[in-house]
C-alpha cells in the first residue's frame, strides 16, 4: 500500500442510508488515510432523511452527501479504487461492474434500516445500530497494518471484518 490515501467506494443497492452512513464514517475515521465515496445500482435519488438526521446529530459532514450511481466510478474521471464494499446483500449479489485497477472488495452486509417497522423511534433505532455496526467495522479496518499484510491475507481479515457482530446495546449490559 503507498503512502497516499486510499480510496474506498462503499456499495448499496439505493445508495440512501447504508452505503451513505459508512462513507461519513470512514471520512471520520481514515481522515488523511482513506477517501470515502458511496453509490448504488440502483439509487432511490435522495438520502432517507432518518439518516441524515442521524448523521447530523452525530456532527458528520452531510454538506456533499447525494445518491448516486456505482456508474460514476467507472468512468475515466473517477479515482482508482483500492477497496469496494458491499454493505448490503442485494448489491452484493449484483453483478458489479469492473472497476479500473481491479480493488479488493468483501461483503459487509447488514439489515437494510429502511426497511424497518414499528414506531418513529424504533425506525430511527434501526439507523443507529446500522451506524454502530459501521463503525465497529469501519474502526477494525482503518486499525490494519496494511502496509505489512500481502494481499491474501488483507483479503481473509476483510472478509472476517464482514462477519463481525458488534454487541447490541442489549448484549453489552
Not at 452512513?21 to 470515502?36: P, Q
Not at 442521524?54 to 468512468?75: A, G, P, V
Not at 424504533?122 to 454502530?132: G, I, L, S, V
Request: net charge negative; charged share 20%.
Amino acid at each position: 500500500m503507498s503512502d497516499k490515501p486510499l480510496n474506498v467506494l462503499f456499495l448499496c443497492t439505493h445508495n440512501s442510508a447504508r452505503s451513505v452512513i459508512a462513507e461519513c464514517i470512514m471520512s471520520r475515521l481514515g481522515a488523511g488515510r482513506f477517501n470515502a465515496y458511496s453509490a448504488g445500482s440502483q439509487p432511490s435519488g435522495r438520502v432517507h432523511p432518518y439518516a441524515m438526521d442521524l448523521l447530523r446529530q452525530l456532527n458528520y459532514d452531510t454538506t456533499k452527501l447525494r445518491s448516486k450511481s456505482w456508474e460514476e466510478f467507472t468512468s475515466p474521471e473517477a479515482p482508482d479504487l483500492d477497496f469496494v464494499f458491499t454493505v448490503c446483500d442485494n448489491a452484493a449479489n449484483e453483478v458489479c461492474p469492473v472497476w479500473p485497477g481491479q480493488p479488493i472488495s468483501a461483503h459487509w452486509g447488514l439489515p437494510d434500516p429502511s426497511a424497518a417497522q414499528g414506531t418513529e423511534s424504533e425506525q430511527r433505532f434501526a439507523f443507529a445500530d446500522t451506524h454502530r455496526m459501521l463503525y465497529q467495522r469501519i474502526s477494525i479496518f482503518t486499525s490494519l497494518p496494511l502496509a505489512s499484510l500481502d494481499k491474501l491475507s488483507l483479503q481473509k481479515r476483510l472478509d472476517d471484518i464482514g462477519r463481525t457482530e458488534a454487541p447490541s446495546p442489549e448484549r453489552a449490559k
